[in-house]
């Protein structure tokens, strides 16, 4: 299995550009997760969806939107990228019940905007 | 609200030093704890968990104890080794267990 896969694995935006940030997972989870990790910062939590068709804001969605047209993939979107979207961005997945529930964390997007 | 307090690093250890690192948490009701590991250049990957109060969760020699009355969940080693060097980052799945909360990481270099 190839778990949780992002990509792409670094990518360069200048001002105001747009692009989606890919992340799909093989093992049927229901849950999936976009987090930002910023220097020296713990995970802050983007977007959240429990299941195709439904998705939520996390802590920080601002200038992002996301969708969840099947249960494998999850795209990040950014429009109008700024400055302060410079971070590196994790995708994660769990099934969300049983006594293994735990999250699966892709190997992450570094994304600077210049 | 929730939130994870974790202490501050960068923590540098001997080969076979005892490791704590402490973490403290706000929530309501009654979250679920985890400690996650990060080495460079990679995704986080779960060390270990608790999912009620006094419950201890271990792996690979690290303990963590839900501690109710003090809302902290501290990892200790007794014997950390150089391939433990890593990001260590303690975290929290709120009530609804849709969401979780991360502490800032420490850093831990062991040195031989």
């Known amino acids: 299995n190839a778990g949780v896969t992002q990509t792409p694995k670094f990518r360069i935006l200048k001002i105001g550009q747009s692009m989606t940030l890919q992340c799909a997972q093989d093992?049927?989870?229901?849950?999936m997760y976009w987090y930002r990790q910023d220097p020296g910062m713990g995970l802050k939590l983007i977007y959240y969806?429990?299941?195709?068709?439904?998705?939520d804001k996390g802590e920080v969605p601002n200038g992002y939107n996301v969708s969840r047209s099947t249960t494998e993939d999850f795209p990040l979107r950014l429009e109008l990228a700024a400055p302060s979207q410079t971070s590196v961005y994790f995708c994660?997945?769990?099934?969300?019940?049983?006594?293994?529930?735990?999250?699966?964390f892709g190997p992450g997007t570094r994304l600077t905007v210049l | 609200g929730n939130s994870v307090t974790q202490m501050e690093g960068p923590v540098t250890l001997s080969e076979e030093a005892f490791l704590t690192i402490n973490c403290t948490y706000t929530?309501?009701?009654?979250?679920?704890l985890f400690w996650y590991v990060q080495y460079p250049g990679e995704g986080l990957q779960l060390l270990l968990k608790?999912?009620?109060?006094?419950d201890k969760g271990s792996n690979k020699g690290f303990e963590a104890t839900y501690r109710k009355e003090t809302t902290s969940f501290h990892l200790e080693k007794g014997s950390v080794q150089v391939s433990d060097s890593a990001v260590y980052f303690c975290a929290l799945r709120d009530n609804t267990g849709n969401q979780f909360y991360f502490g800032t990481g420490t850093s831990l270099t062991v040195i031989p």
């Open positions: 093992m049927n989870h229901n849950y």
């Open positions: 994660a997945s769990r099934q969300g019940q049983g006594v293994t529930d735990t999250q699966y």
């Open positions: 608790a999912t009620k109060a006094d």
């Open positions: 969806s429990v299941g195709a068709g439904i998705t």
């Open positions: 929530a309501t009701g009654y979250p679920s």
